[in-house]
């Protein structure tokens, strides 16, 4: 959509030109002619009225694109210590080293190895969270670490979640824990997953099994380095520069800050004062904070921070835009929020008819 003219626009869209430039009007936008080229913004502000979807293409010709961190999803069965190896990795980090284990808790952090690599971990609150947002097109996760307990075994949201990451084609490193208990039997725990298809290494395939336990720490390095290796070999990289693509990861409502929200930069540089539409909501950048709670001037590619000044409360999984003014962030907002009722309205109507009320 980015540079369409109008007359492209009506071709494409099937819409008259006057019905387009009636909408451009309501819409506040002075277009001199049909041969002007609209901004992606207003584009789909134009595409919301008529009803055609719009996804943006982040295309910056010539934009130095670098090597990234990968950004991880822990996954697994309830108890098999998700969180407790999280944490266990949490400490692993340098930074948190340094700063004496006080990390803030933003749902994500970064683990800095001692050779200078990093990982950024995803804190997810569960599988749903996860599904959501890949259902909103939101792909943050590069890795997913699959936490089987050595003593339980495969159970079912264990499955569940192999089955999330392959319909998200995400890449899974499995991650035995509880190795330390006296029950724990790796091996029963290998063969259980390659009945459930996956193609572990030890047996021919790639996906790499690491034996841990986030009690006694022991196999985190042998994790992070598996991590690694399996991001080295998807050549993760992202442009630097330019307009920024990021999401949502989790969002929260604070007292005294207002609506705050963990982000991650998929592509571009998210600057502190920018204006920004985050899913249906808006607001202006007032502070950037990094998962230690320092205050920063931007935040680039796979760096998870908290952005505050927001007028309302995102959801997981919303992407966000910075645009050029205040109006233009109202003014797509206020547009996604009238689409949205739109098609929340829609689903209603939708639902009566398949679903008729037994009592008429
Ligand atoms: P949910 O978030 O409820 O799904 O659980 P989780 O997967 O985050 O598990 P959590 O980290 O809360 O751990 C569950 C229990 O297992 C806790 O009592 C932990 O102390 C224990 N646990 C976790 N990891 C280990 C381990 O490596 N060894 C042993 N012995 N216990 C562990
Ligand atoms: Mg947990």
């Known amino acids: ?12 869209s099937g819409e008259s030109i006057h019905a387009l430039q009636n909408i451009l009007t309501n819409v506040g936008e002075n277009i001199g002619s049909e041969f002007d080229s609209l901004s992606i913004d207003i584009a ?22 670098l090597p990234r961190p990968p950004v991880v999803t822990v996954m697994g069965h309830v108890d098999h210590g998700k969180t407790s190896l999280l944490d266990a990795l949490r400490s692993t980090s340098v930074a948190a080293r340094e700063a004496g284990g006080i990390t803030q808790h ?47 075994g495969v159970m079912p949201q264990t499955i569940e979640a192999i089955a999330h990451a392959k319909d998200a084609n995400v890449p899974i490193v499995v991650a035995i824990n509880k190795c330390d208990k006296p029950a724990a039997d790796p091996e ?4 259980q997953l390659a009945s459930e298809g996956l193609p572990l290494e030890e047996m021919g395939g790639d996906i790499q099994v690491i034996e841990v336990s986030a009690k006694s720490k022991s196999g985190l390095d042998n994790l992070e380095e598996a991590l690694l290796l399996q991001a080295e070999m998807m050549e993760l990289k992202a442009r630097i520069d330019g307009p920024a693509q990021a999401y949502v990861v989790e969002a929260r409502l604070d007292r005294g800050r207002g609506p705050l929200a963990t982000a991650i930069v998929k592509a571009g540089t998210l600057v502190c004062g920018q204006h920004i539409v985050v899913g249906a909501e808006w607001g202006r950048i007032r502070a950037i904070r990094d998962t230690a709670g320092k ?22 999984g919303d992407d966000i835009t910075a645009v050029e003014s205040e109006e233009r962030a109202k003014m797509l907002s206020a547009g996604r929020k009238k689409k949205l009722e739109k098609d929340r309205l829609l689903k209603i109507d939708e639902g009566k008819e398949v679903s008729p009320d037994p009592l008429e």
């Open 1 to 12: 959509f980015e540079g369409m003219t109008i007359i492209e626009l009506a071709k494409r």
């Open 188 to 191: 029963r725990v290998k063969v």
């Open 44 to 65: 789909e502000l134009v595409a919301m009225e008529i009803g055609v979807n719009v996804r943006r293409l982040h295309s910056c010709e010539g934009a130095a694109v």
């Open 295 to 316: 205050l920063r001037e931007d935040a680039t590619p796979a760096m998870p921070v908290e952005i505050e000044g927001l007028k309302g409360l995102p959801m997981a």
């Open 106 to 152: 933003i749902g994500a952090f970064v683990v800095k190895m001692p050779s200078g690599a990093s990982i950024t971990f995803l804190d997810t609150p569960g599988h749903a969270a996860f599904s959501a947002m890949r259902a909103r097109g939101a792909a943050i996760t590069d890795l997913v670490v699959l936490v089987v307990a050595a003593d339980d």
